[in-house]
């Protein structure tokens, strides 16, 4: 995916505390500044969806699927 942004004419910004950005992709939820973010901006993660989105997240739910169903 990045080569293909660069290819097509996107600056990758390296500073990953930097707030300007166009699309912050990171594996960190943490690297994200959710109160910062632009309506304009885009990221990869979803404030506070670490239930769905992480795999402990997912574990701990599916552990817990059997007190809602069989």
């Known amino acids: 995916m990045r080569d293909k942004l660069l290819e ?8 990953k505390d930097s707030l300007c950005f166009d699309l912050k992709w990171t594996t960190k ?20 969806n670490g239930s ?3 795999k402990q997240g997912m574990a701990k739910n599916l ?4 007190w809602y169903e069989n």
């Open 29 to 48: 939820t943490h690297d994200i500044d959710f109160d910062n973010v632009l309506d304009c901006q885009y990221i990869n993660h979803f404030k506070g």
């Open 63 to 66: 552990k817990n699927l059997v």
């Open 52 to 54: 769905l989105s992480s």
């Open 8 to 15: 097509f004419g996107w600056i990758e910004n390296v500073d």
